[in-house]
């Protein structure tokens, strides 16, 4: 198969995230060498365009993408692999000229990757239309279909997806997207603490008070407020990217890196999430809107969406017991900074003056936009008695290597082009973060729902997140 040609149709060729993400990454790929000798990129969508109309489109949207990447020449020798196949995907006749068009193209065994950027409501169809076209079938080269998300909008709906891939495509060939896993600084966690010796003896309840995981984003809703507003911070945010970050924080070594392997080792950590029942929900979780979100186009006056959460969960497995894991995110906070910071215990007994308790060491993980991460140490201030001080090992990547860090979409198309679908969710993974959101979502529509607070723009969402922490003795750690 290594001399089999490579096909990556787009669906949904015309939409934002193909201009935006998916063409200026193989793009890239392409001019750094990375892509398979004959590969091509076939978009669909139902607007017509000619192969060279859709090419002189996306040289303009690559160009402002990629900036100082951009070399007409490359382009050129890129954009001879782009075609264009106009066509409705819930019309069985142009699935079945779009099929035509591909097996002329290919003129032979081919791998296919089927990109699925359509809208969300169209995922089912989709893969429904491909099963009646012949194109999922295997004998021809393998066909794999990559899912954008989201992937569902709750349990329900993410099972009955499941169900209806499943009956198009294998569970191997479905390469369900969670962009944050394609993400540099995201791997690099599984290389530190895989890759390195010294942290994972430390990497258990004996030594860690608790982890925080925060991403903040600076931007509001703006003009997404219509799909925002069916959305709010758990299903935009927590479902998907925020467990992500949880389940690599917190797995187990898998024995092999192997796309299986890596992935029951992560669905572990979800099984081992404690469920909340009862008064749970008030005190676990927080929910805010900032100032200014129901102004936001298609957002209802009276919307009652979360646009900030913080949650504490437990992990009740042998290495967690007794460790929360706060998980924190929100639109228009002071910057955009996407960390985990694990806290370590204080030490038993206090040798050094000046100090009532010393501060536990802190490990940073700065997954962006500072990606590198910090060691925060006591260390001694010169010339001030036995007086000490929160000092921090610093690593940096930008400053180790050279280069900027690619984009995760690069990563995640060629792991896909290659078949290692370790990087992306499975099914089981995906069901089990919707059974710990869902109820958390049931539980803000009831009763019991913690009040919905105001905040401000450009802090660190509610103030009642910092006294939260206060009262359990705990505090956030912010930084930008
Ligand atoms: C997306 C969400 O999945 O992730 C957006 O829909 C969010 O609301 C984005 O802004 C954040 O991604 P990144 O890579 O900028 O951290």
């Not at 954008?148 to 997806?161: H, S």
């Not at 995981?213 to 998907?240: F, P």
């Not at 186009?297 to 504490?312: H, W």
């Not at 992306?424 to 913690?450: C, H, K, Q, T, Y």
Request: overall charge negative.
């Amino acid at each position: 198969t290594t001399n089999m040609s490579h096909t990556i149709v787009i669906f949904g060729a015309s939409g934002d995230l193909t201009s935006r993400k998916l063409i200026p990454a193989l793009y890239l790929l392409y001019r750094k060498g990375r892509l398979p000798d004959s590969t091509r990129v076939v978009g669909v969508s139902r607007t017509e365009y000619s192969h060279d109309a859709w090419r002189a489109d996306l040289e303009k949207t690559t160009k402002q993408f990629t900036g100082d990447s951009f070399e007409p020449k490359m382009w050129a020798e890129f954009a001879a692999l782009v075609f264009y196949q106009p066509g409705d995907l819930q019309d069985s006749a142009d699935m079945d000229r779009l099929a035509t068009f591909l097996n002329e193209l290919e003129g032979g065994e081919s791998t296919r990757i089927y990109y699925l950027s359509t809208m969300p409501k169209l995922y089912p169809i989709a893969v429904e239309m491909l099963g009646a076209a012949g194109l999922a079938d295997q004998s021809a080269g393998p066909r794999r279909v990559v899912i954008e998300k989201p992937f569902g909008t709750d349990l329900t709906t993410a099972e009955q997806l499941n169900t209806r891939v499943h009956k198009v495509f294998a569970e191997d060939h479905v390469y369900r997207i969670d962009h944050y896993l394609g993400k540099e600084t995201v791997q690099n966690l599984l290389v530190l603490r895989f890759g390195n010796s010294i942290f994972e003896p430390l990497w258990n309840r004996n030594y860690i008070d608790h982890v925080q995981i925060t991403v903040a984003e600076e931007v509001v809703v703006g003009r997404r407020g219509g799909y925002y507003d069916t959305s709010g911070v758990m299903r935009d945010m927590v479902q998907n990217h925020l467990l992500q970050l949880m389940m690599i924080t917190a797995m187990e070594s898998p024995v092999r890196f192997d796309a299986d392997m890596v992935r029951g080792e992560k669905v572990k950590v979800l099984e081992a999430v404690r469920p909340m029942t009862g008064a749970d929900f008030a005190q676990n979780t927080l929910r805010g809107q900032y100032y200014g979100y129901l102004n936001e186009e298609g957002v209802p006056a009276n919307s009652q969406t979360a646009t900030f959460t913080a949650l504490k969960l437990w992990i009740d497995n042998w290495r967690w017991q007794g460790v929360p894991f706060y998980l924190r995110s929100g639109k228009a906070m002071s910057c955009r900074t996407t960390q985990i910071v694990i806290q370590y215990k204080e030490p038993p007994l206090t040798l050094f003056d000046h100090c009532e308790s010393m501060e536990g060491n802190r490990l940073v993980i700065q997954i962006q936009p500072a990606e590198g991460l910090q060691m925060h140490i006591q260390s001694k201030v010169p010339d001030a008695g036995m007086r000490t001080r929160t000092t921090d090992l610093d690593f940096r990547f930008r400053r180790q290597f050279a280069g900027d860090l690619p984009d995760a979409y690069q990563r995640l198309l060629l792991d896909a082009i290659q078949g290692d679908a370790s990087l992306f969710a499975r099914s089981d993974e995906v069901e089990l973060a919707w059974g710990i959101v869902d109820p958390i979502l049931a539980a803000w529509n009831s009763p019991a729902a913690p009040e919905l607070v105001k905040y401000e723009a450009g802090g660190w969402g509610p103030d009642s997140s910092t006294d939260w922490m206060m009262k359990q003795g705990r505090q956030w750690f912010d930084v930008c």
